[in-house]
């Protein structure tokens, strides 16, 4: 099975170095039971951990059932450790939040099968725990923890099993125990090989090798041992078989998750604490992206509901002397300029509009709001048809005739859940007839778009606000390249009449696009702030739990130590704590979400402002969360991955 030809070992400490091994040759059969025993610093150790292939050799050749282990990478050394040997340690190495059967389970993590539950249980009632699968390790005498490692060790059914100091921490009668254990699994075939201090324990082997000095200075028999073929992974390797047929594997994803859920649960304060920054930042995310998200949807809303390619037209502003005089003093507009502009090739139609506020009574009701006095092309233009009711028509417009339509606002403050289509209502006193309710116009602002009364603009002029010229026209232009065009046309119109040179002082002209423009880059601006705020917030959530996994490495430094010599390659030490970081940052998300949720809701309740929280918020909430987890997990993961398997056991 083992054969090893004048290897050496030598370890550098500071300028010098420390030859622990040295020009060692041994051959050990199948089936036999080993002893290696010798003082403190004689090598001993050092030959079990290359015989287990926790350690190189730095010269020689170490050959394992045919295959030349020294000439095999780290992870294939990992793999070959995991399914041909099986280790039990001094101080049994067992993980303290898990129970005794999840230790048992945890080499077959990293053999690329699903653990079975069913052959750990298996092992552990072969040693005589069927009754202590449940128990965590600080609820198992001494020897029932050694138990657990052997149980471990046999899990995979290795070839070797290689034993260090098995009974240094045990009373004499629960030495006896094990060491009856140990030789009963020899008896079934299993090759051995204890190091031990202990002559008793050595004299009960069938083979002694006394190690000083680095050397073995005798090899003897103690009794014939009978060689038998090892039962499972201790087979001979067939010749045609592949080098590295058995040496492929690892853990699986799943695999390293339920390990993280179970690190994160065995240490619910730190967690939860590490987690915040994550958390905070989330929300913050989240609440600001639901709020201006709603805002830019209500503008939107708005400027929708005001009508496409639209421009307004209102009158000039002049200097007298020095003074600047009232708008549309000098150069005021009336009904008639609203059909001139409308004869112009680049505009489609046009509506004139006067406006004041004027005091609505229904019945014991009543409520200050906004009268407007409009044309007949309103509704088509400003997004405005009823949707109860009707428009007034042209013969109402010429005839001066008091009807109006009402806005939500006006209606739910005059009359409620009640129909108010026919009723009569008193605008300044003057009695109007309420033949429409005009739509919702997004939700509310800094202005209420829906607390409006519209009356024809005859009617307003001339028997309402006592007005002889219009506030503004709205113009529609025909396509959205013409505006500009028709602006120029139109401040040509009004230059002409008004005999200006300056087309600002003959008439002002609004474009609805460039303050949908101006609005969008406003809310814009306020979406980076808060996303560098929320951002910051994630990289101190992030500089947090890379401290924390930076202690998990320290505080688990023999565990992973452990995990490695049972088979854990590198990239599944480093996937392992990359795998903790992100699940902790991915709770962190998840939970930062709803609060972020609850945040945006509770702030549109309470300050009456709209939200829109959509899918994509859920998925930059986990996409942010997996980022910070890689990102800061990274560097923990690494330093865990690198560390040397024995340093890590032998960690104090």
């Not at 449940?134 to 609820?139: E, I, V």
């Not at 805002?295 to 209102?314: K, P």
């Not at 009364?453 to 006592?466: E, I, K, N």
């Amino acid at each position: 099975m083992i054969q090893l030809t004048d290897v050496s070992r030598v370890y550098t400490n500071g300028g010098g170095g420390v030859t622990a091994l040295q020009d060692v040759s041994l051959s050990i059969g199948a089936g036999e039971y080993v002893a290696i025993i010798g003082p403190s610093g004689s090598g001993k150790s050092t030959l079990l951990h290359v015989l287990g292939c926790l350690d190189r050799p730095d010269k020689g050749q170490y050959l394992f059932q045919g295959v030349d282990v020294t000439s095999l990478s780290d992870a294939e050394l990992a793999a070959f450790r995991n399914r041909r040997f099986g280790f039990v340690f001094q101080q049994f190495h067992l993980l303290s939040r898990a129970p005794a059967v999840e230790n048992v389970m945890l080499p077959m993590v990293y053999t690329g099968r699903p653990p079975s539950r069913e052959t750990a249980v298996r092992r552990l009632e072969e040693v005589g725990l069927q009754s202590r699968i449940t128990h965590r390790p600080n609820q198992l005498s001494g020897g029932e923890q050694q138990r657990v490692a052997i149980a471990r060790a046999l899990v995979n059914d290795p070839a070797l099993l290689l034993a260090d100091e098995p009974t240094g921490n045990l009373d004499s009668r629960t030495e006896e125990d094990i060491v009856r254990l140990l030789e009963q699994l020899n008896a079934q075939g299993k090759t051995l090989i204890v190091v031990t201090h202990e002559s008793s324990l050595a004299d009960r082997a069938g083979r002694v090798i006394h190690m000083r000095d680095g050397r073995v200075v005798s090899d003897e028999k103690k009794h014939t041992t009978v060689v038998v073929p090892a039962v499972g992974g201790g087979g001979a390797r067939n010749g045609n078989e592949p080098v590295l047929f058995s040496l492929r594997g690892g853990a699986r994803l799943r695999d390293h998750v339920q390990q993280a859920f179970s690190s994160m649960w065995a240490h619910k304060t730190r967690s939860m604490l590490s987690l915040l920054g994550v958390l905070i930042g989330v929300a913050a995310v989240i609440a600001m992206t639901a709020v201006t998200g709603g805002a830019r949807n209500a503008v939107e809303s708005q400027i929708a509901s005001m009508g496409s390619n639209l421009l307004v037209v209102r009158p000039g502003r002049r200097e007298l002397f020095g003074v600047a005089l009232e708008r549309g003093a000098i150069t005021p507009l009336v009904p008639e300029d609203a059909d001139s502009i409308a004869k112009l090739p680049s505009v489609s139609r046009t509506s004139a509009t006067v406006q004041g506020r004027v005091q609505a009574v229904w019945g014991a009701n009543n409520a200050n709001t906004q009268v407007q006095g409009v044309g007949l092309d309103y509704p088509d233009m400003r997004a405005s048809r009823p949707l109860f009711g009707r428009f007034f028509t042209e013969s109402e417009l010429k005839g001066r005739v008091r009807v109006a339509l009402i806005g939500p606002t006006v209606q739910q403050e005059l009359f409620g859940d009640k129909d108010p289509v026919g009723t009569v209502v008193r605008l300044n006193s003057i009695p109007f007839t309420v033949i429409g309710i005009l739509p919702p116009k997004g939700g509310p602002g800094f202005h209420d778009a829906n607390d409006v009364v519209v009356v024809p603009l005859s009617t307003a002029m001339y028997r309402l606000l006592g007005k002889q010229r219009v506030d503004s026209i709205d113009v529609e232009v025909r396509d959205a390249d013409l505006l500009e065009p028709a602006k120029k046309e139109i401040q040509e119109l009004f230059v002409r009449k008004h005999f200006t040179r300056n087309p600002d002082e003959a008439v002002t002209i609004f474009d609805m696009t460039e303050l949908q423009t101006a609005i969008g880059q406003t809310t814009k601006t306020m979406s980076m702030l808060l996303a560098i705020i929320a951002g910051v917030s994630l990289i101190v959530g992030g500089i947090g739990i890379m401290n924390i996994m930076l202690v998990s490495v320290t505080e688990r430094t023999r565990e992973i130590g452990l995990r490695k010599a049972i088979g854990a390659r590198r990239r599944d030490i480093m996937a392992q704590f990359l795998a903790e970081s992100v699940v902790m940052t991915v709770t962190g998300g998840i939970m930062g979400f709803l609060i972020g949720v609850a945040a945006a809701a509770i702030l549109s309740h309470l300050a009456k402002w709209p939200i829109q929280i959509s899918a994509g918020s859920a998925v930059l909430a986990v996409v942010f969360s997996i980022v910070v987890g890689v990102v800061f997990g990274l560097w923990p993961a690494r330093q865990a991955s690198r560390l040397d398997p024995i340093a890590a056991l032998r960690y104090e």
